[in-house]
């Protein structure tokens, strides 16, 4: 036995209801791997979370490599799927929020957002590899930031330093006195709070699904002992009814990433401020 042994019941596979062993509840240690490859301690290591990125980031552009690489006018199956998807955010996204004149320099930004974010969702559900990526904060936050920094470039690019702080203030000289409070609280929003709920957004909803998929999965296996059988049945059925679930999630996910992403674009090219 180890001397830690609330590790040893969270990865006990041979733990069940009326063993006299406790519910082998998920937490942070299920979000935590040991590094594939290098040293922890030095912090330059490989592990599971990077390879499903970097798998991930390969199939993507495989997938895109391959639908595209002879185009035909008449399109087959592939050819038509990635042009499906490519079109749905070229048109439902980034025409919408943007409009077509400013925002088709923009496209291929965000059909790799979407689809990216969306494969490092969709890894929550693919056997063996069972883990959103982007349960990780540090993944989302980095394109987060990659958003802020395009944000912040595009609207000094467009309306120089004092249009700059009048868009991040939100100056309207119709707010009267109330006008320095709303400045101060708009700057802050926006320079400060803004990457941040992007980032969190993506990041807790991710967390969240995997969690309670985790917690049904486990409780399935646990129950599975004596009468505890019939309550195992449910927590199974809820399993695949949230696994059904998270796949909408997942989607919508990357969906109101990039939505936000052309709303923060659309933001930083308006004449109106």
């Given at each position: 036995m180890s001397a830690d042994p609330t590790q040893v019941l969270a990865f006990e596979t041979d733990c069940h209801i009326f063993d006299g062993c406790g519910f082998p509840a998920p937490g942070l240690h299920s979000f935590l791997f040991e590094p594939l490859w290098g040293d922890g301690d030095s912090n330059v290591y490989f592990n599971k979370t990077m390879l499903l990125a970097l798998i991930g980031s390969i199939v993507i552009v495989g997938f895109f490599w391959a639908a595209f690489r002879k185009p035909k006018v008449v399109p087959g199956k592939l050819q038509m799927i990635a042009e499906a998807g490519y079109d749905f955010v070229r048109r439902g996204v980034v025409y919408e929020t943007i409009g077509k004149k400013e925002g088709e320099?923009?496209?291929?930004?965000?059909?790799?957002?979407?689809?990216?974010?969306?494969?490092?969702?969709?890894?929550?559900?693919?056997?063996?590899?069972?883990?959103?990526?982007?349960?990780?904060?540090?993944?989302?936050?980095?394109?987060?930031l990659i958003v802020y920094v395009l944000w912040v470039s595009l609207t000094f690019k467009r309306h120089g330093f004092v249009g700059f702080f009048k868009n991040?203030?939100?100056?309207?000289?119709?707010?009267?006195?109330?006008?320095?409070?709303?400045?101060?609280?708009?700057?802050?929003?926006?320079?400060?709070?803004?990457?941040?709920?992007?980032?969190?957004?993506?990041?807790?909803?991710?967390?969240?699904?995997?969690?309670?998929?985790?917690?049904?999965?486990?409780?399935?296996?646990?129950?599975?002992?004596?009468?505890?059988?019939?309550?195992?049945?449910?927590?199974?059925?809820?399993?695949?009814?949230?696994?059904?679930?998270?796949?909408?999630?997942?989607?919508?996910?990357?969906?109101?990433?990039?939505?936000?992403?052309?709303?923060?674009?659309?933001?930083?090219?308006?004449?109106?401020?």
């Open positions: 320099k923009y496209v291929p930004l965000i059909v790799s957002l979407f689809f990216f974010v969306w494969m490092m969702n969709l890894w929550s559900i693919i056997p063996l590899a069972q883990f959103p990526v982007t349960a990780i904060i540090s993944y989302p936050l980095v394109l987060a991040v203030t939100g100056y309207d000289k119709s707010l009267g006195p109330v006008l320095p409070l709303a400045m101060v609280i708009e700057f802050f929003s926006n320079l400060l709070v803004r990457p941040f709920t992007h980032a969190v957004r993506l990041f807790a909803n991710m967390f969240a699904g995997h969690t309670l998929l985790l917690l049904f999965t486990i409780a399935s296996w646990y129950l599975l002992n004596g009468i505890g059988i019939a309550y195992a049945g449910v927590s199974f059925i809820m399993t695949l009814v949230m696994t059904a679930f998270e796949l909408f999630i997942q989607a919508l996910q990357a969906y109101v990433f990039v939505l936000l992403t052309c709303t923060y674009i659309q933001g930083a090219l308006a004449e109106n401020h």
